[in-house]
């Protein structure tokens, strides 16, 4: 098929696609099961990437609440992109970028602006072929150059919002060759009252992706427990494709464990023989076997690390939850998360960090929960309790210090309190004349200098480290001679940006105005996580065990 010179579609870019739906209901765990098969590819020696595509009208996902569609992940060069983007990032050890999220406000978006420009020459502007074309355009970019690209659409079969982008597949499906292109339907299996499996929620959804002109190749089923044999034949039957193309895809007690199931049941396997790509594998015996051997390794030990948040949802703090249980793995100790809500402590500490090991002061927006997090903050540096902050964190420390060490009464962050006598916290002088709010914080990877001989010095070990950045207040160069005067070291910054403070005579009291949870990885742990937990372990070991009377 020849270049489309109206739309720029060439459909001669990309190699070899998997295409991962979802039914029945949102949330099942389709991200994570695109993911896992990505990391079992990648493991038999393939370049693999990912593309995720939403169909919210949002151009991106800056904007939107954490409680609504969770945390908002940023990419390093500066993407705000849906969570999921993250668990890519994570599984496959790669650094992806704004082109891998494609977005209907995206999408629609460039269209009306070639539109507005007159680049389609008076003709009629429609769904077919401009927003299809569009759709498959960014597809295929950001599947060039490698062997394998798995495209999950977010959402679920028949929501309305997702439709050109099935008509974009279907199309697709019928520019490859049959051995380019897999489809993946992940769907719901769950149990009666009289504990049998239900294959009808299965049924129905396929019957809704088939009646838009797709036929699965391969279905996944999500259950509390595998699939019995009699269940796997009956979905097959019912759904018209092999026995042994349905998965199963069962609860387990970790997500890096995913990989391991998928693995078990023979899905990347599957795959491979059936993209043609078996010859072209590693042999089993070659393949990276370093994500099996780091997830199942044995632990000493557990640490309590509570994270003191606003959201009181997971989801918003997930590569946090994730980064801590990363450094977790290069700990060797098992990390058990306690949720503590911000606005319980906004009145005065009561006892709800007595117990933990450790203190995260995570990133955030907005005034509700923020004198928690100072109290937090206090409370941790008060009572040498392990506290690393992050962003909102970070500079809630320095309000803390400002208020309670310098006597600077009634010190804030004129992004809460805009008439604070003291904003030691203040306006990115870039942000002064910026009107629209979607893409315009400081976003993406920028470089810290790390001075010498400081705990920021020690755990990155070098004296400069790469960071994604999503803020848009910072300390104030006025405030900062009477901070260090005080004892709080800066010891990471940009130019005249603080990034990074610390307090020397403290077990561990580190904040970053970065998001250092945005480049952590299982078995590349990040170091300002891998340093709290190293603190964590220091003061347990130092605690005298308890003598029996």
């Known amino acids: 098929m020849p270049t489309e010179s109206e739309t720029n579609y060439d459909p001669e870019l990309g190699r070899k696609f998997i295409f991962v739906t979802g039914g029945v209901m949102s949330g099942l765990g389709k991200g994570i099961t695109a993911a896992s098969t990505g990391r079992l590819l990648a493991n038999a020696g393939f370049d693999v990437t990912a593309v995720k595509i939403d169909p919210y009208l949002n151009v991106d996902a800056g904007t939107?609440?954490?409680?609504?569609?969770?945390?908002?992940?940023?990419?390093?060069?500066?993407?705000?992109?849906?969570l999921d983007l993250g668990n890519y990032e994570r599984f496959l050890d790669i650094d992806m970028t704004f082109d891998h999220n494609v977005t209907t406000g995206k999408v629609y978006q460039h269209v009306i602006e070639k539109e507005r420009a007159g680049d389609y020459l008076g003709k009629t502007v429609q769904i077919i072929p401009h927003i299809t074309d569009d759709i498959k355009r960014r597809i295929r970019e950001a599947a060039e150059g490698h062997d394998v690209c798995i495209v999950e659409v977010g959402g679920t079969v028949g929501d309305i919002e997702g439709m050109p982008y099935l008509e974009a597949l279907r199309q697709f499906a019928h520019e490859e060759d049959d051995e380019d292109i897999l489809f993946t339907h992940v769907t719901l299996v769950p149990y009666s009252k009289n504990g049998e499996q239900k294959t009808k929620p299965t049924q129905h959804s396929v019957k809704e992706l088939r009646s838009i002109g797709l036929q699965p190749d391969i279905l996944v089923g999500r259950c509390e427990d595998k699939l019995h044999a009699d269940v796997k034949e009956k979905i097959a039957l019912f759904c018209d494709v092999p026995t042994d193309a349905v998965f199963s895809n069962p609860d387990v007690e970790d997500i890096y464990h995913v990989p391991l199931m998928v693995e078990e049941e023979g899905l990347d396997e599957y795959m491979m023989e059936r993209l043609d790509l078996k010859s072209e594998a590693l042999p089993e015996a070659e393949r990276d076997n370093r994500w099996r051997e780091l997830v199942t390794q044995d632990t000493t030990?557990?640490?309590?690390i509570a994270l003191v948040g606003k959201y009181g949802l997971e989801d918003a703090y997930i590569s946090i939850h994730e980064s801590l249980k990363h450094a977790g793995l290069e700990a060797g100790v098992d990390v058990e998360t306690t949720w503590v809500h911000s606005e319980d402590l906004a009145d005065g500490y009561d006892g709800e960090l007595d117990d933990v090991d450790g203190v995260v002061v995570p990133g955030g927006f907005g005034s509700r929960g923020i004198e928690g997090k100072i109290e937090a903050s206090r409370y941790a540096r008060e009572n040498d309790l392990p506290w690393l902050g992050l962003c909102l964190g970070f500079q809630m420390a320095v309000v803390e210090y400002a208020r309670n060490v310098l006597d600077l009464e009634g010190a804030h962050s004129a992004e809460i309190e805009a008439d604070t006598p003291h904003p030691v916290i203040d306006l990115l002088p870039e942000q002064y004349d910026t009107e629209e709010m979607g893409g315009t914080m400081r976003l993406g990877a920028h470089e810290t200098d790390i001075d010498a001989g400081t705990v920021a010095h020690d755990i990155y070990g070098d004296t400069s480290c790469t960071e994604r950045h999503r803020h848009r207040y910072e300390v104030n160069p006025e405030y900062i001679d009477d901070l260090e005067d005080a004892g709080l070291v800066f010891s990471g910054h940009t130019n005249k940006r603080m990034e990074i403070l610390e307090?020397?005579?403290?077990?561990?009291?580190?904040?970053?105005?970065?998001?250092?949870?945005?480049?952590?990885?299982?078995?590349?742990?990040?170091?300002?996580?891998?340093?709290?937990?190293?603190?964590?372990?220091?003061?347990?070991?130092?605690?005298p065990e308890e003598v029996e009377a």
């Open 64 to 82: 939107m609440n954490p409680y609504q569609h969770g945390e908002v992940y940023v990419l390093k060069d500066g993407g705000e992109v849906d």
């Open 301 to 304: 030990g557990e640490v309590e």
């Open 503 to 543: 307090l020397p005579d403290h077990p561990y009291y580190l904040g970053t105005q970065f998001h250092p949870e945005f480049r952590s990885r299982p078995g590349r742990a990040s170091p300002p996580f891998v340093g709290l937990l190293e603190a964590v372990l220091d003061e347990t070991d130092a605690e």
